[in-house]
């Protein structure tokens, strides 16, 4: 079993995967292309919500507190309040794609690792 990497939002891998589609004071759309294994690592927002929309082959999102774990197939989404400790990653074989939809707060990234 191959062992996940953990795709920090300084990790020049992740950049070179992340395409920035809008990024306003208020909202920031980012689409995310995850290798099999790739995750981003727990973190959380202080205001912003993050909207997961499932591009294409299968995506994970998991929470703690409520402790809870998703499996978006394209076409599917869902949503992480601020405060709530999570992470995404590619829960498929091939290559995963989502659009990251954040807005209405200052943007931030907790680490909760």
Known sequence: MQEPRHAAAADPEVKRNAKV??????????EYALRR???HPWHYHSQVT?????LEGLIGVDTQQPSK?????PGESCEVSPKTVHHVSNAGDGT?????VQALGKYDYIRAD
């Open 21 to 30: 589609v809008v990024q306003t004071a208020d909202v920031r759309i980012v």
């Open 37 to 39: 294994g790739d995750s």
């Open 69 to 73: 774990s998703l499996v978006l197939r």
């Open 96 to 100: 995963s794609r989502y659009l990251l």
């Open 50 to 54: 993050d909207r997961v929309y499932c």
